[in-house]
């Protein structure tokens, strides 16, 4: 299995607080993504990484950033969490081809 | 505008027959690959077999099988032998080549129920 994990697994926190997710890889990829996963909309791209420092938008990136500082890790930021950011959460890594290897995911409630 | 279209929500089988999981695609980019996971309860996704857009022969993996269609731009998921602990949602995907992104676009996916 790829080397990759999220913390924390599952959050409970209060709308208007500031939330980061943590992904951690140890397989040296060049890509990683962070996903959210709803009922009834499968997973969509929230944000990307093409390498250290290098982020890019996604499709649902209203209210999120990123920063990836090292190649290992990458940490999405919800500035001020609000209830409609309530979601699964999933970090996955690849190379330039083929598939992508996600992570455990985290489970964010935003009450 | 690239898409996946996955037209079932929910499907049945009984226990060692086999199914077929319907998945279509969207893209105007000769180069692209087309993924299926599988999502069991417990939550993790786990990637089950990919087909590339330039491949001549349909992808294989033990019992999972993909029917690639280009032509009519399909890429259906054959489980052959159901067994119980195939019960989960299953993703088709794609992901264009052309671009500088990446990243994998999903349908809604498939609920696939094994019957005893």
Redesign the interface.
């Known amino acids: 299995d790829a080397g990759i994990t999220q913390s924390p697994r599952h959050k409970v926190t209060e709308t208007g607080t500031p939330v980061t997710l943590r992904c951690h890889q140890t397989e040296n990829h060049r ?1 990683m ?1 962070w996903y959210r996963q709803d009922p ?6 929230i944000h ?1 990484s ?1 390498g250290v420092k290098d982020t ?1 938008k ?1 499709e649902v990136s209203d209210g999120y950033s990123v920063s990836r500082s090292k190649t290992e890790d990458f940490l999405l930021t919800l500035e001020s969490a609000t209830s409609s950011q309530t979601s ?1 959460y ?1 970090c ?1 890594i ?1 190379e ?7 992570g ?2 985290t489970r964010l409630t935003v009450l | 505008a690239q898409k ?1 279209t996955q037209t079932q929500p929910g499907m049945f089988v009984q226990e060692k027959e086999a199914v077929t999981l319907d998945c279509t695609y969207d893209t105007s980019d000769p180069s692209y ?1 087309l ?1 299926w ?1 599988k999502q069991p309860s417990s ?3 786990i ?1 089950l077999i ?1 087909q590339g857009s330039y491949d001549q022969q349909n992808a294989t993996e033990g019992r999972y099988s993909l029917n690639f269609q280009k032509a009519r731009k399909s890429a259906n998921l054959v489980i052959s032998a159901s067994q119980l602990g195939d019960s989960a949602m299953y ?1 088709c ?1 794609m ?1 264009v ?1 052309g671009g ?5 676009i ?4 498939t609920k696939l129920s094994v019957k005893p």
């Not at chain 1, 009834?40 to 791209?45: A, I, K, P, V």
């Open positions: 890509y993504y009834g909309h499968g997973l969509r791209l990307y093409y890019d996604g699964v999933f996955a690849s330039v081809s083929g598939e992508q290897f996600f455990p995911g | 996946i690959g993924f996971y939550g993790e996704m990637f990919y993703f995907a992901r080549y500088s992104q990446g990243n994998l999903f349908g809604k996916g």
